[in-house]
């Protein structure tokens, strides 16, 4: 793996961030736990394997 490898799970990271801080004003808490939660969550993850996987390499 390669640091290229990060760009889809910064956008997911960038977007989730966006939409929960628009969400917070406009959005019912469900909106926000369902797709923006999830969409930050998953760079708790993903984003460190990877930047592990490239310092090893």
């Known amino acids: 793996?390669?640091?290229?490898d990060i760009i889809p799970y910064t956008v997911c990271l960038i977007a989730g961030t966006l939409v929960t801080v628009?969400?917070?004003g406009n959005w019912s808490w469900e909106i926000i736990v369902l797709?923006?939660?999830a969409l930050v969550g998953l760079?708790?993850?993903a984003i460190?394997?990877?930047d592990?996987?490239?310092a090893i390499d």
């Open 52 to 54: 592990f996987t490239c």
């Open 1 to 4: 793996m390669s640091l290229p």
């Open 35 to 37: 797709i923006c939660y």
């Open 22 to 24: 628009y969400g917070y």
């Open 43 to 45: 760079q708790v993850a």
């Open 48 to 50: 460190p394997t990877i």
